[in-house]
Each structure stands twice: as C-alpha cells, then as structure tokens.
C-alpha cells in the first residue's frame, strides 16, 4: 500500500528539506567543530564534501523517495522488486529508521538545553553575569536528571504533535511560519553581532584556509559533518521525497538545499564568533561554545538579554524543524505497514525515542564517569549512541550511492533524474565511485581511532559484513533479467 500524499506546492519539498538539514548541526555543531579544528581549513574540507559527495547523495536519496511513493522500508522493498535487485538492500530502509530513532534520543535532550537558555535569557537571569556563574549555572543544568527529562519531554512532545497533525497542516504549515522567522532571526544575529562583536577576527578566524592546522581526525570530523548536516542516509530525505512533486528537478533542488544548509552554517559561524571574538573568549571551547561561552558573551553585551533570547528561540525552532523529519519516516512506515492511525504511529515512534533518550539524560549525571555502563562500553550512553549514529549515516549514505548508482535499473534512474544526459553521468560518476570511497574513508573516524574495546570490534564487522553483502548484491543484480 502506499500514501500517495504529494506536498501541496512544488516548492514544498525544498522547504521540508532546508528544515531537516538546518538544525542543531548548523547552529552547535558545526561551529565547535570548526572552532576546534582551526577554522578555515575545517570548513574548506567540510564544503568540498557537501558538494563532491554530499549532492549526489542526496540527489540518490530523494530519487529512492519519489521513485517509490513510499516511506523508507517500504520503499526500498517496493524497489528491490521492481528492479529486481537483492532484497538485502532493503536494510538501508531499517538502517535509516534505526538511526532516526537513536538520533532523535539525544537530539531531544540537547534541543532541550536551548530550551532551558531561551528562558534564561529572556528572563534576563544571566546579564551581567561573569565566567564562573555561566559555567557552574551549565554544569547545574546537566547536573539535573529532573530538568533534563522535563525539557526533553517538552521538546519531544512538539515536535511529535506537529507530525502527528500530518504532513499538510502539521509539517507544512509549521514549516511555512517557521522557516521565514528563523532566517529573518539569523539576520538579527548577524546584525547583532557585526555591531557588537569582532567581525573581522570570526571572518579571518573561518576563511583563512591553511590546510595544516588539520589533523586526521579534523579531516574526519569535518566529512562526518557534512553527512550529518544534509540529514543523509538514514530515510528522513527519502521520505520527504516520496512527497515531491513529479516535476520537480532533483538536481536543482539538491544544489538548494545544500546551499541554503551551507550558507545557514556559515552565517552562524560568522555570527557566533563575532560575539564570542569580541568578548575575548576562546573558540576551541568544544560542545559548551554554544551553552557557555555564547551566553557569556551575550551576558556583556547591550540587550544581551533579549537577542540572546531570540537566538535560542532561532535553535529550538531549527531543531524542530529537524526532529519533526526523524519522526516522519518511522510514522510513516507505521502508518502504511500496520495501519496506524498517524497520532498512534507517532505516538508510538516518540514514546521509545523519548524513553531512549533518558539513556542520554543520565550519561551527564547519574550514570557519568564512574557508573557501571561507563565501565563496560568505556563511554557514555550518549556517547555511544552518538557513535552508532556516526557509524549508521554513513554507512546509510554510502549503501544509497551504491544502490542507486549500480543496482537501480539505470534507464528508470536516468528517466526518474529527468536532466541531460551529460550530468547524469557526471552524477552517476559520483554516486558509483567517488561517493563510496569518500565514505569509506570516513570510517577510518569511527573505527580505528575509537578507544575502547567493544566499539571497533562491532564497528569492523559491520564495515566487512556492508562489503560482502554489497558485493553479493552486486552479483545479484548483474543476474537480474
Ligand atoms: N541535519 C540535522 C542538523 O543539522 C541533523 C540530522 C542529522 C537530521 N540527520 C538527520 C535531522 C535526519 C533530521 C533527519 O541539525
């Protein structure tokens, strides 16, 4: 069975897709990241990824979408009959929903933090506060399995209320009011920032490329980003793009949203290092940049206060707008599989995500450095969780370049991309040889370098059983009549 829903405009799909990619990724993560792998080089190896490695893939992604109408798992079996392919591939559809599920646990919880802030600043409760009250005020918070929980149940709760609303008045009118107002509040910040803070040092800080100050694991970092920031590779793109309208170009709107996304990252980036520059504060502050050092920048500055207020309201909103695509694919394929009504299937998806992400809540405090799953995984429960969820999107995304670019019956590939023969092979020369060996090499993040023990074990198996699985597929496809 399939929904058969279509977005109500053409433009609908670019809308929901700049809303998944754009989200705590743009605004958190990547300027940590950036701030700690040095800047400039971080960002010049973040970009060539997103467009040597990151377009094609979404480009595969949201074709498996449209092409089959349907949510991922469901999807991806409708495909691997038509194209008689190996039913093996269907795993990208379990992969993908797996990892929304886990994504979701902690991307709540954290979501949850800006939640906490937004108020703060708005109450004005930090103005004028020094170093030592903002830090030990951030500890307090993760100190708290209590507060943690209320805030990740808040968040949770809106964002499966709008998918549970369906995808015309629940995510497209959300996204329509939503989407505006944040990039108008981006403005602000910028605004904001360039008045107030060092905007040449955020700018050099960023643009000056020297491609030393990278470590391997800079290199990595900055390729896992990109997968994580376009949403890849585990359905959320796909089952917006059963949604997409025919006539559509995928291409184009691929370049889209990988450009909005990036352009997002870039004026966060300047933004919050304009502020954090022009309170003399440190860029490499790791996670706590956002949560630490942005707030007490804002702390010393005019109506600190209230644009700090509406920064984070700027966060919640974009990491809605994200969290409301890891639901959908995983309601959806409650709704179509087990005829669930929407609210059941969403209630559903959420009430095991959210139960997930207590794990999360307590990796800060009671189950932190010296707890007993601390010993036996030697890491957090969040810290795992984001491990497996480093390994999935990848290992999603390269699953997806490969079923599309070799096993996908390629005239239908060619019909389904609807653009001149020449991109197409540019495209198909992308998805079938560089994509794979980009992602490849960003596994050499996830297993060689982890400490730990169980982690690289379960890490290489996963790797070697993807390549004899693929490669069975391959020979099963070649059979294929
Ligand atoms: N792209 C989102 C961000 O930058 C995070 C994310 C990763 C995501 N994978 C996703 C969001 C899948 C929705 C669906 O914050």
Known sequence: MSTHNVWTHKGTFLLAAVGSAVGLGNLWRFPYLAGENGGGAFILIYALTIFAVGIPILIAETMLGRASRRSPIMGMQFLTRTHKTSRAWVSIGWMGAAAAFLILSFYSVIAGWALHYTWLMLTGTLVGADAATIASGFDALLASPGLLTLYHTLFIIASGVIVGMGIHKGIESGLRIMMPALFVILLVVLAYGIANGDFAAAASFLFTFNLGDLSLEGWLEAMGQSFFTLSLGMGAIMAYGAYMASDASLSRTAFAVAFVDTAVAMVAGLAIFSLVF????????????????????????????????????????????????????????????????????????????????????????????????????????????????????????????????????????????????????????????????????VFLRTIPLVEGYLLPAIGALIIVGAFAAGRTMLAGSGQAQ
């Open 278 to 441: 022009g309170a003399g504060l440190d860029a490499a502050a790791g996670p706590g940049l956002m949560f630490v050092t942005l707030p007490l920048a804002f702390a010393e500055m005019p109506f600190g206060g209230l644009i700090g207020g509406v920064f984070f309201i700027l966060v919640l909103g974009a990491a809605i707008s994200s969290s409301i695509s890891l639901i959908e694919p995983v309601a959806a394929f409650l709704v179509e599989r087990f005829d669930l009504t929407r609210p059941q299937a969403v209630f559903a998806m959420v009430v095991a995500s959210w139960a997930l992400g207590l794990l999360t809540v307590v990796s800060f405090n009671l189950w932190a450095e010296a707890s007993l799953f601390h010993t036996l995984f030697g890491r957090s429960a969040f810290d795992l969780i984001e491990l497996l969820t480093n390994i999935l999107m990848p290992l999603g995304g390269l699953l997806i370049a490969l079923f599309a670019g070799w096993a996908l019956t390629q005239s239908e590939v060619m019909k389904e991309m609807r653009t001149s023969e020449a991109w197409f092979q540019v495209w198909r020369f992308l998805v079938r040889f560089v994509a794979p060996a980009a992602v490849a090499f």
